[in-house]
Structure formats: structure tokens, C-alpha cells
């Protein structure tokens, strides 16, 4: 099993280092942080799927993709490059080769992509697809659910946490096509059906935690510290606070936890993203 780690978006959010902690100038940088897993008998696995070739397509509005409210709040930069299919193609992989993608969440900068793999099957949590697919009520659900990135998808499972823990967590084993290496782990807060997505590898475990933190320095620290964008971001979009919390809680007593060994990344850090391209341990 080899894992890849893809840039699938990027964000330049105004205020520079009051969101990525570093940037000197008015702009700060995100980035859609995606993992393709190469397998030896189920085909690419792709870990969410950032912005996708219709979000990108400057011949087209962006609307109803990416609503004009997310463009500019989070001043996205919509690159073909970064797209998971051409990333893909680059590393010299047939994107029909693409059989499943399993979802963090069905955010708009994580779903984008998945009409680019009409062949795969898209594994996500029930309470994510009934909350992305069910009414839309209020500035958050509508900004956030984009049901034109997915209405084409028709391979779908969903599922509801069963099986053995995973250190602690609730997990979901036995993804129907995938792996037992591959899991899914319940992390709602900022979603009701957010999971992180879990990898045994051949350096021992990988979660990626999807959204359930957005700033490197949420984990690995005894104390917790966020960036003030980021931190403003997270209680904007969380449906539960406490729920988000206490679940981010959880993660960053895992990520202390030498013995566990679990190595963690979210979807947005950039520090986190180009260590784990460079090979180099968080």
C-alpha cells in the first residue's frame, strides 16, 4: 500500500498569519489536503476529493458549485492542475482506476471532485449524506452542501459507526470493496456525519482527520492553540460545538500518545500538507 498526498485546492483567505501562521503578506494560504492510496488488489482510493474540473471551468459560472459567498470569504484559487483527476493522471495512473472515495465530510471543498471518477463508489456516513442530500435551511447548510458537485454520483454506501474501537473512537470496519487496513472514524461537530478516515500503513496508522481541526498546532501540543481565522472559521461552521470539541479533545490526546504511534493530519494545514509531500514525520 503506498499513500500519496495531494493538494486538490487552495485558499488564500485575507489576513495573512491570523489564519496560516506564517504568511507575511495580506493573504494567508490553505490548501484541500487529499490522499490517493494505491492498493494491491481494490484499485486507487482516493481520501476526499477537493475541487473538481466543473468547480475549476472558468467558461462556466461557479454557480451553484461554489457559491460567491465561499469564493470570496475564503478567496479560492480554482487551478485545473490541482485537481485530483489531473494529479492523478500526472503521477501516471488512469483515473478509471479510481474505484472508491471515502468522504470526511460532503463540504464543498472536499466534494468537488467526485463527478471527475463516475466509476468509483463514494463511501461517506449516513448522517453526513442525509444532512448534505435533506433540507438546506440557514446561511451555514446552504454555503456549505453543494448539491450539483454529487447529484450525478450513483454508487453510494453509508454507513453508521459499527464494529471494534479504534484507540478508543467509534470506527467503521469492513468498507464494502476496500481493505481492513482502510476505516472510517465518527468526528462530528463541525458536521453531524464528519469522520476522519484512518490508513494502516507501512509506517503504522494515519487518520486523516478531515476538518475536526483546521491549525497543526491544535495537535501535538499539550495545550491547544489556533491561529484567530481559523479558530473564527471552526465556530462558524461546527453544528456542535461542544460535541466538536470535545472530539478535537480526543484527537490531540491521541496525537501526544507515543505509544500509539497514529500520525494525524487535517485537511487545511499547509505546514502539515508539505511535510507529509516531502516524506518528512509530523
Not at 62 to 70: D, E, F, I, S
Not at 112 to 128: I, Q, S
Not at 183 to 207: D, F, K, S
Not at 257 to 280: I, K, M, S, T, Y
Request: proline letters at 6%; hydrophobic letters at 35%; a neutral charge.
Amino acid at each position: 500500500m503506498r499513500i500519496h498526498h495531494l493538494n486538490c485546492g487552495t485558499d488564500c483567505p485575507f489576513g495573512g498569519a491570523l489564519f496560516d501562521g506564517r504568511s507575511k503578506g495580506l493573504t494567508g494560504l490553505l490548501v484541500c489536503h487529499c490522499l490517493l492510496i494505491e492498493t494491491d488488489r481494490n484499485g486507487l482510493v482516493l481520501i476526499d476529493a477537493g475541487y473538481g474540473l466543473n468547480d475549476v471551468d472558468h467558461h462556466r459560472p461557479p454557480h451553484p458549485r461554489v457559491t460567491r459567498t465561499m469564493r470570496t470569504l475564503l478567496n479560492i484559487k480554482l487551478r485545473e492542475s490541482e485537481t485530483a483527476i489531473r494529479q492523478i493522471e500526472a503521477l501516471g495512473h488512469n483515473p478509471g482506476d479510481v474505484r472508491h472515495i471515502v468522504l470526511t465530510h460532503l463540504d464543498f471543498d472536499h466534494a468537488g471532485g467526485l463527478e471527475d471518477f463516475p466509476g468509483a463508489t463514494v463511501h461517506v456516513m449516513a448522517k453526513e449524506y442525509d444532512s448534505a442530500t435533506g433540507p438546506r435551511r440557514g446561511f451555514v447548510p446552504r454555503n456549505r452542501y453543494r448539491p450539483s458537485q454529487f447529484d450525478e454520483v450513483r454508487d453510494w454506501r453509508r454507513y453508521g459507526a459499527h464494529g471494534e474501537r479504534w484507540f478508543g473512537f467509534d470506527a467503521v470496519r469492513d468498507l464494502e470493496g476496500l481493505p481492513p487496513e482502510i476505516l472510517m472514524v465518527p468526528l462530528p461537530g463541525h458536521t453531524w456525519g464528519h469522520a476522519g478516515v484512518a490508513i494502516e500503513g507501512p509506517q503504522g496508522w494515519l487518520l486523516h482527520a478531515g476538518d475536526a481541526y483546521f491549525y497543526r498546532s491544535e495537535m501535538r501540543e499539550a495545550k491547544r492553540r489556533c491561529t484567530p481565522g481559523l479558530r473564527a472559521y471552526q465556530t462558524m461552521m461546527e453544528v456542535d460545538r461542544a460535541l466538536r470539541l470535545s472530539n478535537q479533545e480526543r484527537l490531540r490526546r491521541l496525537s501526544v500518545d507515543a505509544a500509539a504511534g497514529v500520525q494525524l493530519v487535517c485537511a487545511h494545514d499547509p505546514v502539515e500538507f508539505e511535510r507529509c509531500a516531502a516524506g518528512n514525520p509530523l
